[in-house]
């Protein structure tokens, strides 16, 4: 909670708002929320409950839906009510989740004037938890009010995203889709989609409570080593779109250093709200980087863009230091094709699992990672 609302008063574009935080459980001693008013519940109302709690508290002429698992990008409410103009006023704004890309509104913003339109609620209070959003972005397709705020970003950092067993050692999680719940919610949107004529989003009922676009093999925290008084060093700023980067802006370390040969994925990187004490973005080619003083060192899908003989010689020179290093490779038979336009993209090398077992790396091959492009492989060499 205190991570999503200083990313709301960092990132907000926007002066016209307050913050109300509802609590959804046993209630909290001491709570700081730095000015945001506090609603804290005795039992539990369930999300769609502890909403209209919310809702009731407040006659604000537009509401936006986050859970304190968001952390908001820079201009997110200035973008998302652009959008509301664009459309009136009175509809639904789905921001950027980064994951259902507009087909599903899983945070919003909302104008009050819907409600008498969605029998009183923006999610029914006759579910749980699963499949409130489903309806309620499709109500609003039918009616012609909803529109996606491309550049209203508000990352998710859910838990699904992190894999199975993450999932399964989160108590919030577990409550918020346990099987029979999530049974029973379904089959009440079955029912309503009937009853008020709307259509049921494939992906939210195919995959219940789950994010299919990122891949449960990868999860940064545990493969690492996390802490909060750590020194990372990442190798190859790149896009930031991959799963792996996605999971790194939310890792609170003491310092993280991104170098990059591209200038422009270092501009694009420094937009990001990274969650570490210290974030740098050094232009740098790989190959001048000395690689002392650091903690870790993540080489994440750069050594195959580079000749062999040149990675290995940067490997060479890392094993000299104290610092563990984190490798993430495409296997590859044959060179992808760049599609990323960078020059520093071109595939040079080709690697196989045995090449690091050789070096003295722990290994744990990811087999068709890549679909049917090929496998993936962690490579970890323990700090000395």
């Known amino acids: 909670m205190e991570r999503l609302l200083a990313s709301i ?4 574009g926007y002066e016209d708002y307050g913050v109300l935080v509802v609590h959804d459980g046993e209630p909290v001693q001491n709570i700081n929320y730095h000015g945001a008013e506090a609603i804290c519940n ?55 989740d980064c994951f259902y890309k507009g087909t ?29 959003d489903v309806e309620l972005t499709s109500r609003c397709k039918k009616i012609g009010k909803y529109i996606w705020a491309k550049d209203a970003i508000v990352y998710h ?3 699904a995203q992190f894999g199975s067993q993450e999932k ?31 259509e049921i989003i494939s992906d939210a009922i195919t995959h219940p409570g789950s994010y299919p676009q990122i891949k449960p093999c990868v999860d940064l925290r545990k493969k690492i080593g996390y802490g909060r008084g750590l020194k990372v060093l990442n190798v190859g700023a790149g896009s930031c779109e991959s799963d792996l980067m996605k999971q790194m802006v939310f890792m609170e370390f003491k310092q993280l250093d991104h170098i990059d040969i591209h200038q422009p994925y270092l501009d694009h990187a420094k937009q990001l709200a990274w969650c570490s004490e210290s974030v740098n973005f050094i232009s740098r ?19 195959e863009h580079l000749a062999k003989e040149e990675s290995l010689a940067i490997i060479e020179k890392i094993k000299k230091t104290k610092s563990k290093l984190v490798i993430f490779i495409p296997l590859e038979k044959e ?20 090449d690091f077992k050789e070096l003295g790396f722990e290994t744990e091959l990811l087999p068709y990672f890549h679909g049917t492009e090929g496998d993936a492989l962690w490579a970890i060499r323990e700090m000395l």
């Open 335 to 354: 060179f992808r094709p760049n599609t990323f336009g960078a020059k520093s993209q071109d595939h040079l090398s080709l690697w196989t699992e045995n």
């Open 42 to 96: 005795a039992h539990r109302l369930g999300l769609p409950r502890a909403l209209r709690m919310g809702v009731l508290r407040t006659d604000s002429e537009h509401v936006m839906f986050l859970g304190n698992d968001c952390v908001c990008k820079p201009n997110f409410l200035k973008e998302a009510m652009l959008k509301m103009d664009e459309i009136g006023g009175d509809g639904l704004v789905g921001l950027n």
């Open 104 to 132: 599903l509104a899983t945070h919003w913003l909302a104008s009050r004037k819907l409600l008498p339109m969605l029998g009183g609620d923006f999610f029914c209070t006759l579910y749980h938890h699963t499949q409130v």
């Open 9 to 12: 008063k960092e990132n907000a």
């Open 157 to 159: 950092d859910h838990p």
């Open 168 to 198: 399964d050692n989160d108590e919030g999680y577990a409550i918020a889709y346990n099987p029979v719940t999530g049974a029973e919610d379904r089959k009440l949107i079955e029912s309503r989609s009937k009853e008020f004529d709307f």
């Open 285 to 303: 080619d790989i190959r001048d980087e000395s690689f002392e003083g650091y903690d870790i060192i993540m080489i994440f899908d750069v050594l």
